[in-house]
């Protein structure tokens, strides 16, 4: 598909992918040469936000996993360039900064040598990344960010139960006593966390969310060309929540090109007003395509669980009560 499926807020067309590229079931080479693809051609570091909004949103409708994997190395590549550091040549990056469950990088500093230890949970496109961007942690409040060597780390996808976002190859990493040359560090200690850039960053995953939610549409577009009545009306309820998510990123987005902008409370609202559609369009799709599109189409079966998986780690709950706090009032 390639309309603009809304009328206020049109949506960019997706990406070329390979004609040969099997998106629900990619060997590594493949979907590496695809991000990689994705990737190429841009100068993701020096895009103003609505120009790197707009592209987001077209990876997001081009291909979930791959938006997920593609908006990890753009993130990078924007992290790097906030740090003064330049990426390696011809590297593909990801971001790997969770700490879920107390989990997480430990670091301790030996002068010239970086002693690493610990388990890095939901980290998105291990064994097809080459390199890294980590935050490890001296103790619970001090971190430093370092760029790691990504390849022949040991990796468990065993972990991953789900086959929603398998494409994603997000695995598990346990390193004990790794050493990494002080020399990968990048920026000052606390600087990941603490650079202008953290809060607004995540107005780049909303636009990969968006384009997802537009993705969703095209499959079902072409699943029930000739939808009913009933299915009609949950169509144009998709349709008007598109139009919530685009216009929550691009406002967002305009706001982000103010330096003076607090991008906290921005980002915050634009993250929450994407989520919030993005699920119900979700919901929509799920009764309007029933079991016929979740059990018999690979493009429903899989876009619906990824794109839902992929915005589920927006706390909606946390963000509400942040976003109703007397701290976070306009």
């Not at 936000?49 to 990890?72: H, Q």
Request: include cysteine; glycine fraction near 8%.
């Amino acid at each position: 598909m390639t309309g603009p499926l809304t009328t206020t807020q049109p949506f960019p067309p997706a990406r070329s992918l390979p004609e040969a590229y099997d998106r629900y079931r990619p060997d590594l080479v493949p979907e590496r040469a695809a991000v990689a693809g994705l990737a190429d051609g841009v100068a993701w570091a020096s895009l103003a936000w609505p120009a790197l909004v707009e592209e987001l949103i077209a990876l997001g409708r081009t291909d979930v996993p791959l938006a997920r994997l593609t908006e990890g190395h753009v993130d990078a590549l924007r992290i790097l360039d906030q740090a003064g550091a330049v990426p390696e040549s011809g590297a593909l990056y990801g971001v790997w900064a969770s700490r879920s469950a107390r989990t997480g990088l430990t670091v301790v500093d030996h002068g010239e040598k970086l002693e690493i230890s610990g388990t890095l949970r939901f980290a998105s496109g291990a064994g097809l990344v080459d390199r890294a961007l980590v935050p490890v942690w001296f103790d619970e409040d001090r971190h430093v960010l370092v760029d790691l060597d990504a390849s022949g780390l040991p990796v468990d996808p065993t972990v991953w139960r789900t086959a929603a976002m398998t494409p994603s190859r997000t695995y598990e990493i346990r390193v004990d006593q790794l050493l990494v040359p002080s020399t990968a560090r990048r920026g000052p200690e606390g600087f990941y966390l603490g650079r202008p850039g953290f809060q607004a960053g995540g107005l780049g995953v909303a636009a990969c969310w968006t384009g997802g939610a537009a993705r969703v549409l095209d499959v079902l577009l072409a699943f029930h060309p000739r939808p009913s009545p009933a299915q009609q009306v949950r169509l144009g309820a998709i349709r008007t929540d598109l139009v919530v998510a685009a216009a929550a990123v691009r406002a967002a987005a305009r706001l982000l090109e103010d330096a003076a902008v607090d991008t906290t409370p921005v980002a915050l609202e634009a993250r929450t007003a994407v989520a919030e559609a993005v699920h119900r369009i979700l919901a929509n799709a799920r009764l309007l395509t029933g079991p016929t599109g979740l059990a018999l189409d690979d493009a429903v079966a899989h876009v619906i669980p990824d794109l839902e998986l992929y915005t589920l780690q927006h706390n909606l709950d946390a963000a509400s009560a942040a976003l109703g706090s007397p701290d976070q009032r306009p």
